[in-house]
């Protein structure tokens, strides 16, 4: 039997190491992560469901607006922790 | 603006590198050495990663699995960071100085833990098995359960309705006995086989599989097939069923 290691099945096993694991650093410059619960079980559960629309290519054009969208949001400094509602004011 | 320095990992050896633009939303990716060891790492804003948006979150996560994939393949021995790990700079210090104080002050643990993981992968091993399949063989091995499966039939309905609770309750308390003896067993078997094993909590499964086992395993690379051989006659029993992953970055063994 050989181990599996490919992104799109092995997903939800990458979620449970890297959200919850990792070298910790105790330092005080470290910037606290409030923003944790957001990733936590809603995202674990949506991901299978997710992977498999993703391989049937439906999200593709969605996935790259949406990243395109949050970085021009975070370049901006603006919210990044709420969905984004207003109107399309992000330049496609 | 970009002040503080997003950490995917630490690798053992004094290496200035660049990676390119891999890192979460193509963030140019390099390294800050310091004495013997280095941290890979992009520069990024005072703020967390942080968005209600699924699928952008799912990106994120990949990209940060990814540069470290990269930056173990290239140093061959890293200790990981789990996502979001940030330092910022403070009133004294820019950010790369606040990580060369970090890694002086656990320099010592940090390379205890090299020491440790050289040469070693993370591997993933989850059991599963099919309840009904156990019950069923458990009615017809279990003396109690079989005699009682077998008076009920001999009952009139509101005694066989008892009869059929009594047989629940001991059949239940059989199949947690029988999850623990399992996994006694294949815990057994697989630990002789790794250099280092976590027990994970189980977590629920959609289908008609049950997790009964959850291992983080540390293992020698080569040594894979090894406990591959060893999962796959577990797998092949028709009761269970085995979900091995891996190799994965030592996460589980660098706290």
Redesign the interface.
């Known amino acids: 039997?050989?181990?599996?290691?490919n992104?799109n099945a092995?997903?939800v096993?990458?979620?449970?190491?890297?959200?919850?694991?990792?070298?910790?650093?105790n330092?005080?410059?470290?910037?606290?992560?409030?923003?944790?619960p957001?990733?936590g079980v809603?995202?674990r559960a949506?991901?299978?469901g997710?992977e498999t629309m993703r391989q049937y290519g439906l999200?593709e054009d969605?996935?790259e607006q949406?990243?395109n969208r949050?970085?021009w949001r975070?370049d901006k400094?603006l919210d990044?922790?709420?969905?984004?509602r207003g109107k399309s004011a992000y330049p496609r | 603006m970009s002040e503080a320095r997003y950490i995917y990992c630490i690798a053992n050896r004094d290496e200035e590198k660049t990676f390119g633009r891999i890192g979460l939303e193509k963030s140019p990716v390099y390294t800050i050495p310091w004495k013997e060891i280095c941290v890979v790492v992009h520069d990024c804003v005072s703020s967390p990663y942080q968005s209600e948006d699924q699928e952008t979150v799912r990106s994120w996560l990949v990209s940060h699995e990814r540069v470290i994939e990269t930056a173990w393949e290239h140093f061959g021995n890293v200790l990981p960071l789990g996502f979001d790990t940030i330092v910022k700079p403070d009133e004294e210090n820019d950010a790369p100085e606040n990580i060369k104080k970090w890694l002086m002050n656990d320099y010592k643990k940090l390379k205890q833990k090299f020491k440790k993981l050289e040469g070693k992968a993370e591997f993933g091993v989850q059991v599963f098995w099919y309840p009904q399949a156990i019950a069923q063989k458990l009615m017809e091995t279990h003396q109690q359960l079989r005699n009682l499966n077998k008076e009920i039939q001999s009952k009139p309905p509101g005694m066989a309705y008892l009869y059929k609770q009594k047989l629940d309750t001991i059949l239940r308390n059989q199949m947690e006995k029988e999850a623990q003896r399992y996994f006694e067993k294949f815990y057994k078997q697989i630990d002789e086989k790794v250099e280092e094993v976590k027990v994970e909590k189980v977590k629920k499964s959609e289908d008609e599989k049950q997790m009964i086992m959850n291992l983080s395993c540390l293992s020698p690379s080569e040594n894979s097939k090894d406990l591959g051989d060893d999962l796959e006659k577990i797998d092949k029993k028709k009761e269970f069923s085995v979900r091995f992953t891996g190799p994965w970055p030592p996460y589980s063994f660098v706290q």
């Open positions: 039997m050989e181990p599996v290691r992104t092995t997903l096993d990458l979620l449970d190491r890297i959200l919850d694991k990792g070298v910790v650093i330092a005080d410059v470290m910037i606290s992560v409030a923003g944790i957001l990733i809603s995202l949506a991901l299978a997710m999200m969605w996935d949406t990243r949050e970085k975070r400094g990044t922790s709420k969905p984004y």
